[in-house]
């Protein structure tokens, strides 16, 4: 084993939850929050040794060095000392004190308490209490942090490279490991010799397992490290009589218990699986605060299904060197890479995918949109005998790695064809994978177009092949106007930057109060822009400091990932869980964060809990009742957005069982129980063009639908999960959905690429367009720290807290948004500039004076403010 350093043995130590953890010697104490931070005021100190205590006892051993790094204060006093001492108590004998290190501060000022000690191991303390005294009596010690860690070279610890299991590959039976809620034990074959071990010599098995939940587990609090990202990797498989011919799904859970007794469940991997064959489990995760105990475990499969574990390895996450930036040569941005386009050479460099037929023949008036190139020639695929069947181009020397792909493409029925909607797809086969290139649904005989894109990021090891699927076998469709090309996202990027400052900045007049400011030099700085841009956050979050930092720092609204969701809060019926939620929205509150509710209901089957579907119609309408109370009721007033029935493009749970006017009803009412909050649709695929169930044009029926019935249907919420992201293809959704004049949020953007340079570049597609968008009110993200997204290589924060390439680029998008100007005031004490809205500070140069003024959202508008000096 390898030396290292340990992580901080001070639990609560930057005190942002609260004096939790943390005594006071016959004094008092507080927590204030000041600047972003949270610095406990120790007062009514009578005596200099009175301050505050921590015990450390059972995470504190003789012959190690420890390293203190404290930041401290005083007020009452323009001077005084701060020591750090250990209290070390022996049974038997009296106790003794360790001075470990002191240091001077001044009022106003914070300075840095640092040192080191080494407890003795002859004899090693009963005891181990560390505390801060030192100042006179009557002066407060103020405290912002307490680190306090191992630094030893001595130290045996697991090392980045090291298994944190113990007993990973059971070869010293179940010792370390124990059943949750069930029955292990450790064999070297079952099933008459047919099941054996893929490595080593044993497996382990979780039987008569009679919850999902069940499993096997094991004890790693002493071994693992808050702030650390964790790789896990376990070999598994299922066995039993109840096993399905599908298999059934394996997950690796982590459940934490905090020093407040609170338990959290980490999701970590999950993996379908059968009594066929080992297959490897494999996922990350981290710990954001300082736990009393952690225990990792298998759970998943249904009741009388065994679990078998072969090996189990849980290390340090390797950290992988960002890639370099994509080198793209020879582009040709906006060339169609389709042969024979316009089909003036009949079905050259098109082949039919299957035995389908195909030719070329006119098909009427063509679409405006393909222009007079288009000569009124289709390609037909005829005797389709399969879904896949239809006409087909190679492009494998034509496509280039992370270049993005624009789609376009008119389809047609063959006329009286079929009476039931079919789906076309546009789909590129890369090895034997396929891409969804865009897809549009058809229940008439009238051409559609079909819009999305796509794009390639590992080399392919064989060709590259597009084709049109899609109709049901028998049923004939035409092609015409297909174009791929490479899109130019710079010469988007170039307009979208015109299109932001026409739409989202104002003229803004500075009108000073006295005439005695002609020709006085100003400077105009903006401090925040009130535009909203947020992010997704959840309860364990917010015990990192540093995703704390960064989220302050960046954002100024909230989205909470599950706290809020039903089967978060009543996961159980009867038994609420407020706590989560109600903390997270404080944090905010304190913080003056605006938060959006998401949600009150969740319309997709696979989301709702066991005891809600099993609810008859009766019960199940009077849960919804008692849902839309106890949520509504709880937090009226605090929740600026509520997601009333979320995805309801692409669920029906509760339509199926309630009727139709089920929807309506949950609309009404939530705006009923709280008329502040700003009530939303939400849906996903809606912007992109690759689900014909969430098309724009559907969610305007849906939508058009609802407030027919009286839903108050208030806002649009897109959520913007989104893969090769091109800019017209976004926009023109927006613009469509823009016609019902209701606000448009992107509600949960996430964008993913391994390459960090192509992961900036599809966020910044996301958050230009939105921003550029006369119709959007607002920017939701579903997270920025890795191991706490719901998509791999979607972060823009690595999980030791560095900013990667696509948290840069979000950085200077946010930078750019912001108004700074110079100049000098006119006859008319006036100085005029254009500004985003947000807050500003005006500096009158050579007078010293510094005046803070806001702009509000009133775009379009010339807006005057007077300024009193």
Known sequence: MASSSVGNIIQNHDFCNGMHSWYTNCCDATVVKEEGFYNAVVSNRTECWQGLEQDITARVSSGLTYKLSARVGVSGTDHAHVIATLKLEYHGSETKYMFITRTSVSKDRWENLEGTFVLSDNPHPDRVVFYLEGPDPGVNLLVQHVLLSCHDTNYISFGRDENIILNPNLEEGVNKWSGRGCQISVHDSMGDGQILPKSGKFYASATQRTQTWNGIQQDITARVERKLAYSVTATVRIFGNNTTTSGSDIRATLWVQTPDSREQYIGIASIHATDKEWVELQGKFLLNGFPSKVVIYLEGPPPGVDILLNGFVVKHARKIPPSPRPLIQNADFGVNIIANSDLRHGTKGWFPLGNCVLNVAASGSPPADLGSNHRGLSIHATNRTHTWMGPAQLITDKVKLFLIYQVSAWVRLVPGATASPQNVNVAIGVDSQWLNGGQVEINDDRWHEICGSFRIEKQPAGKVMVYVQGPAPGISFMVAGFQIFAVDRQARFRQLKHQTDKIRKCDITLKFSTRSMHGEMVRIKQIHNSFPIGSCISRTNIDNEDFVAFFL???????????????????????????????????????????????????????????????????????????????????????????????????????????????????????????????????????????????????????????????????????????????????????????????????????????????????????????????????????????FMSRENAHLVDADGEVNEAGKRFIELKEEWVSDAEGYVDEQSEFSFRGFQGTYQVEVVNRTILKTFVVDKQQHQHQRLVIQL
């Open 553 to 787: 720092k960046h954002f100024n609204w909230a989205v909470f990932g599950n706290e809020l969701k039903w089967y978060w809060t009543e996961s159980q019926r009867g038994n609420f869980n407020y706590r989560d939620a109600d903390e997270l929205l404080k944090f905010c509150e304190d913080n003056k964060i605006g938060v959006r509710g998401h949600c009150i209901f969740w319309e997709v089957e696979d989301t709702v809990q066991d005891w809600v579907k099993s609810l008859g119609r009766n019960e199940l309408s009077m849960a919804v009742h008692n849902r839309l109370n106890g949520l509504l009721k709880r937090y009226k007033g605090r929740l600026k957005h509520y997601d009333v029935n979320n995805e309801m493009l692409h669920g029906s749970f509760y339509q199926e069982r309630l009727g139709k006017d089920i929807r309506a009803y949950m609309f009404k009412e939530a705006k009923r129980l709280d008329p502040s909050a700003v009530v939303f649709v939400n849906d996903y695929h809606v912007e992109d063009g690759c689900d014909t169930r969430s098309s724009p044009e559907r969610y305007i029926e849906q939508i058009l639908d609802l407030q027919e019935q009286g839903a108050p249907v208030e806002g649009i919420g897109i959520q913007g999960h989104i893969d090769s992201p091109v800019g017209s293809i976004v926009c023109g959704a927006l613009d469509k959905l823009g016609v019902t004049g209701l606000p448009i949020w992107f509600t949960e953007v996430d964008v993913c690429s391994s390459n960090e340079h192509v992961r900036a570049d599809d966020l910044e597609v996301m958050m230009r367009e939105a921003y550029a968008h006369p119709c959007v009110e607002g920017i939701m993200l579903w997270g920025f720290w890795e191991s």
